[in-house]
């Protein structure tokens, strides 16, 4: 959870502008799943005081129950965990797959829920600042910590129920920064469908013939030098780099900072016989058979693809194939 992109969940942004708003507002949260669920844990929803609703935690008829019981919540101040399953003969009508469970956690924000814890989040997640948002539903009680706690949740981004089974942690990782480096078409096919998947996408391209506005709407697009950018964007583990330019003095500056940043994927357009110059080029500047061992070059998987299209979506699969399975 916690990307941050137009297409992404804002769900807990969205939550604390409407409390601001001073029509109320509601999180409804997945807290736990059974069966086939058709949303994860740590699936949001929020809720207006007027009914209206962002973000869904089952894609059914669920919501509507959730959005009543929200209402209730903003009534009496009150938390709720609330409890959906269906058997296989209604489990369509519902919204749920075959067999499929989900408990849904509502809090009313500026009740149960406090504005300054909220905020305080919100805050977090436009800093790219890793948080745990914890709570006993038991109890009540709520705290918010940093990556420094629930270490393997972080890497995982798994939320979940702890093993004393009254504590449920949700984890806001930063989204997932895919940084594109060249302006070729196949970037005009890769941005959109990674912003789709939930990636924050980032071009840069010093050619500003190519990386404009019109070839690339609504994206993030830094006309210069990786080197001139990346010390100022950052990367992280959180970060997927792939190299499109072709052109050794655009690409190899953004593949030295990637595997120095030891990010999440890195890959590299070319054929084998480009990689293998590349190689020598980093070898030359110090880099390990190690380090250059996690470069994916040719860039993408090997489906046979021929158009520039059908290479982006090569090549999303295979960083979610690494984000997913890194083994």
């Not at 069966?35 to 869904?56: F, L, Y």
């Not at 981004?157 to 078409?185: C, K, M, Y």
């Not at 110090?286 to 059908?310: C, K, N, W, Y």
Request: charged content about 20%; aromatic content about 4%; proline content about 6%.
């Amino acid at each position: 959870m916690g990307a941050m992109s137009d297409t992404v969940d804002t769900i807990p942004e969205t939550a604390l502008a409407w409390h601001q708003a001073g029509e109320g507002a509601a999180l409804a949260t997945v807290v736990d799943t059974w069966g086939s669920a058709p949303r994860p844990v740590g699936s949001q929803m929020a809720v207006s005081g007027a009914g209206e609703i962002a973000g869904s935690v089952s894609g059914g008829c669920v919501e509507g129950a959730v959005v009543l019981e929200a209402q209730e919540a903003l009534g009496d101040g009150q938390s709720r965990l609330l409890s959906f399953g269906v058997d296989d003969g209604t489990a369509f009508a519902a919204g749920l797959a075959c067999g499929g469970q989900i408990k849904v956690l509502v809090e009313p924000v500026g009740a149960a829920l406090p504005e300054a814890m909220l905020a305080d989040l919100v805050a977090a997640r436009a800093a790219r600042a890793p948080r745990a948002y914890a709570v006993n539903v038991d109890s009540g009680e709520r705290h918010l910590t940093g990556p420094d706690t629930h270490e393997e949740r972080f890497r995982k981004d798994r939320s979940g129920f702890e093993p004393d089974g009254q504590t449920f942690v949700a984890i806001h990782n930063p989204p997932l920064r895919l940084v594109v480096i060249g302006a070729a078409h196949i970037a005009q096919a890769l941005i959109p469908m990674a912003r789709m998947a939930g990636f924050d996408p980032v071009l840069i391209d010093p050619r500003g013939a190519f990386a404009t506005e019109a070839r690339f709407p609504g994206v993030d697009i830094h006309v210069d030098y990786p080197d001139e950018v990346l010390p100022d964007l950052g990367l992280d583990a959180r970060c997927a780099v792939v190299t499109l330019s072709h052109d050794p003095k655009i690409d190899d500056p953004a593949i030295e900072a990637a595997l120095r940043a030891d990010v999440a994927y890195l890959g590299c357009l070319g054929s084998t016989r480009t990689h293998a110059k590349r190689v020598d080029r980093l070898s030359g500047r110090g880099f390990s058979a190690a380090q250059m061992a996690r470069i994916h070059a040719p860039v993408g998987l090997d489906i046979g693809a021929v158009t520039p299209a059908e290479i982006a979506v090569a090549v999303l699969a295979e960083i979610i194939a690494r984000l997913r399975k890194p083994s």
